[in-house]
């Protein structure tokens, strides 16, 4: 089934330390998201890429990096910059074209203690 | 820049109600306009879409309507279930010159439970 794939669900991590949450997809799509979710607020863009080797910072990008050196995966690392990481973080794909829809994957839920 | 604003929640409602969220919106051009639903603990599924002015997107009974006059696009349902408890998002997808070329852009969601 073609479709997106984040893991792990459910993340742990000690504060300070960096963490990397995985995203794959295999719906032949050129543009990949991230967004992170917390309660009350909507979802809010992280990074972006529209192409291979190419990323964008979106709306908070500070404390977070990306990289995209495949079309199907599109690794976040939440860093120890970050200063209020545990959320809920969501992975999204589409066509590379304007005014379309994306798909989403399950989501990771961090928790940093 | 481009936006969306949702009626706030949470909305209470008895099995077999009407409903209706709003949405209204800000965006340079002519974007495409998404309502968005996430069940607890899972990421967001597309209910429905119009991708220009009067459209009329359709799921599972869920209807809106693209009103560029108004710069709406409602989310109503004419008999709820209690299976449609769910937070739902409205979102659109800009045009050329806008801050969401390229991505998507969401109000802040509205949780719905429904009563038997």
């Known amino acids: 089934d073609g479709g997106i794939t984040q893991s792990p669900k459910y993340l742990f991590r000690k504060e300070g330390q960096n963490v990397t949450l995985s995203c794959e997809q295999n719906?032949?799509?050129?543009?990949m998201y991230w967004y992170r979710q917390d309660p009350g607020q909507g979802l809010r863009l992280i990074y972006y890429?529209?192409?291979?080797?190419?990323?964008q910072k979106g709306d908070i990008a500070e404390g977070y990096s990306v990289s995209r050196e495949k079309k199907e995966s599109f690794p976040l690392t939440v860093t120890s910059a970050q200063k209020n990481p545990t959320a809920f973080y969501l992975c999204?794909?589409?066509?590379?074209?304007?005014?379309?829809?994306?798909?989403f994957g399950q989501g990771t839920r961090l928790t940093v203690v | 820049g481009d936006s969306v604003t949702q009626m706030e929640g949470p909305v209470t409602l008895s099995e077999e109600a009407f409903l209706t969220i709003n949405c209204t919106y800000t965006a340079t051009g002519y974007p495409s306009l998404f309502w968005y639903v996430q069940y607890p603990g899972e990421g967001l599924q597309l209910l429905l879409k119009?991708?220009?002015?009067?459209d009329k997107g359709s799921n599972k009974g869920f209807e809106a309507t693209y009103r560029k006059e108004t710069t709406s696009f409602h989310l109503e349902k004419g008999s709820v279930q209690v299976s449609d408890s769910a937070v739902y998002f409205c979102?659109?997808?800009?045009?050329?010159?806008?801050?969401?070329?390229?991505?998507?852009?969401f109000g802040q969601g509205t949780i719905l439970t429904v009563h038997p």
């Open positions: 999204a794909s589409s066509i590379a074209s304007v005014r379309t829809e994306a798909f």
């Open positions: 979102a659109l997808s800009g045009d050329a010159g806008g801050t969401s070329y390229g991505k998507l852009t």
């Open positions: 119009a991708t220009k002015a009067d």
């Open positions: 719906l032949n799509h050129d543009a």
């Open positions: 890429s529209q192409i291979v080797n190419d990323f």
